[in-house]
């Protein structure tokens, strides 16, 4: 199993987890998303990813590219221990959680949105760093209204074992800390996240332990 990744994406960080988590061993293939323009515009990945962006994961041959679409593939393929655990309420929960963060904060926020800011915008990078932080500030509050006072809420964003959810809100956490964005009032994703740290599974898909950590 191979694992199309970048150290700092945070999509890609997630499947990182993921694969921690079940204990499956897997080749990281680093795709410098900034060196040489971003490698992952080379028609060499272009042909594997035509979405031109990181995660991909190659399984014996089988491509997969979306880090929600690989980690539920891997959950299904993989099923112990379950990322997405329970009843349907809970799955759709847990799915809620997941979607909130990679496809309603990353989304605007991600490095090519960023690079357009400056490249067509001519947004500066304090500016930039301002609208990631008022997205990301903004998205992860509302993350902590689905969190705080919901019982279904334990050790983790779902019971007390780890899950899909845990797997993006990990490193939205990561990138928010990295670009100086505002945790205030976030203290139940703050517990979380120090709950995650404390899982060698989480340790070791962190970004400063990749082969491609700079």
Known sequence: MKLYTYFRSSAAYRVRIALQLKGLAFESVPVH???????????????????????????????????????????????NPSLLPGTAADRARIRAIAQTIACDIHPINNLRVLQHLARNHDLSEVQRSAWYCHWVERGLQT???????????????????????????VPQVFNARRFGCSLAGLDTIVRIDAACSQLAAFARAAPGQQPDAE
């Open 33 to 79: 998303l900034v060196r040489d323009g971003g490698q992952q515009h080379s028609p060499a990945y272009a042909a594997l990813n035509p979405n031109e962006a990181v995660p991909t994961l190659d399984d014996d041959g089988q491509i997969f590219t979306q880090s929600l679409a690989i980690i539920e593939y891997l959950d299904e393929t993989r099923p």
């Open 143 to 169: 993350v902590e209204k689905m969190l705080a006072g919901d019982p279904r809420t334990g050790r983790f964003c779902h019971g007390d074992t780890p899950t899909l959810a845990d797997c993006c809100l």
